[in-house]
Nanobody, 123 residues
Framework: VQLQASGGGLVQAGGSLKLSCEVS????????MGWFRQAPGKEREFVAS????????SYADSVKGRFTVSRDNARNMVYLQMNSLKPEDTAVYYC?????????????????WGQGTQVTVSS
């Protein structure tokens, strides 16, 4: 499984970015998917996840109401729309996939990680 995140960049506080994650070598149709981020000097943290059908999503408290995760199974893509960005959102963002399908979203263990994309929010 290969995951490639893109769409990051430099944006002013209050701005928006949409991240994309292209998944190769495996259909994502039956798999929950997740987004994580890692800021300099900090541990990687959960941002958002979405179940295999797109009917259920989960968000970190810090991004609720500002970020929206979505997916297009036909295109094998996952997205993260980020609005009202804050300087504290600055991080490298990664998409992730589990090895196994069939888990409830809250129980999903994310094992595959791709190259991240840098998001920098200036104040």
């Amino acid at each position: 499984v290969q995951l490639q995140a893109s769409g990051g960049g430099l944006v002013q506080a209050g701005g928006s970015l949409k991240l994309s994650c292209e998944v190769s070598f495996r259909s994502i149709s039956n798999y929950n998917m997740g987004w994580f981020r890692q800021a300099p000097g900090k541990e990687r943290e959960f941002v958002a996840s979405i179940n295999w059908s797109g009917s259920t999503t989960s968000y970190a408290d810090s991004v609720k109401g500002r970020f929206t995760v979505s997916r297009d199974n036909a295109r094998n893509m996952v997205y993260l729309q980020m609005n009202s960005l804050k300087p504290e959102d600055t991080a490298v963002y990664y998409c992730s996939a589990p090895i196994y399908s069939g888990s409830l979203l809250r129980d999903t263990r994310f094992d595959y990680w791709g190259q991240g994309t840098q998001v920098t929010v200036s104040s």
